[in-house]
């Protein structure tokens, strides 16, 4: 089922919500990303911690797993929506966006922006208070696409990786 289309640059794109033959695609372009690249692959003997995480994600209904497709069907670009219930802002929902990646050739043409705008649009659709999202300190690029949306760069972040 078709969540959006974007028409841009002569050119159809259709959002939809991800299904289990998505996973494949799915690391792949997550793979190509540069910071990931020497963690993520599609390799068949890595498949199954992507394909149990696939089917968590998609059993639960505060999550949305999303490609975007092509006019021939291809996925284009991907990002997982999480709706977070919580005590802060007088029981606020946040909507938090991750792993949000469109293929290289099709950077600059708008889809990204597109995507963003129709999950803030969701956002509020589902009676969020806040879209947050976090990226990486080192992309530059990526921080000027998202306060071009709107958004601030208002905290810092921090991670504990665990083995």
Same mark, same amino acid.
């Given at each position: 089922?078709?969540?959006a289309t974007?028409?841009?640059?002569?050119?159809?794109f259709? +959002?939809r919500?991800a299904?289990?033959?998505?996973?494949e695609?799915?690391?792949?372009l997550?793979a =190509?990303?540069? +910071?990931r690249?020497?963690?993520?692959s599609s390799?068949?003997e890595?498949?199954?911690?992507?394909? *149990? *995480?696939?089917?968590?994600?998609?059993a639960d209904?505060a999550?949305? +797993?999303?490609?975007?497709?092509?006019?021939? &069907?291809?996925?284009? *670009?991907?990002?997982?929506? %999480?709706?977070?219930p919580?005590?802060?802002?007088g029981?606020? %929902? #946040? +909507?938090?966006?991750?792993?949000v =990646?469109v293929?290289?050739?099709?950077? @600059?043409?708008?889809l990204? @922006?597109?995507?963003? %705008?129709?999950a803030?649009?969701?956002? #509020?659709?589902? &009676?969020?208070?806040?879209?947050?999202?976090?990226?990486?300190?080192?992309?530059?690029?990526?921080?000027?696409?998202?306060? =071009?949306?709107?958004?601030?760069?208002?905290?810092?972040?921090?991670?504990?990786?665990?083995?």
């Open positions: 089922m078709t969540l974007f028409a841009l640059a002569d050119q159809r259709h +959002l919500k299904g289990e033959s998505d996973v695609p799915i690391i792949e997550i =190509r990303d540069q +910071l690249a020497a963690v993520e390799a068949p890595r498949r199954a911690p992507y394909l *149990a *995480a696939f089917h968590a994600i998609d209904p999550h949305l +797993l999303s490609v975007v497709e092509n006019s021939e &069907g291809a996925v284009v *670009a991907t990002m997982q929506l %999480t709706f977070l919580g005590m802060a802002r029981g606020a %929902t #946040r +909507l938090q966006i991750e792993a =990646r293929a290289q050739e099709l950077r @600059g043409l708008g990204g @922006g597109a995507m963003i %705008t129709w803030v649009d969701e956002a #509020r659709r589902r &009676g969020a208070a806040l879209v947050q999202l976090t990226s990486d300190a080192s992309r530059l690029d990526a921080h000027r696409f998202y306060e =071009r949306l709107g958004f601030t760069q208002s905290h810092a972040g921090f991670k504990l990786q665990l083995p």
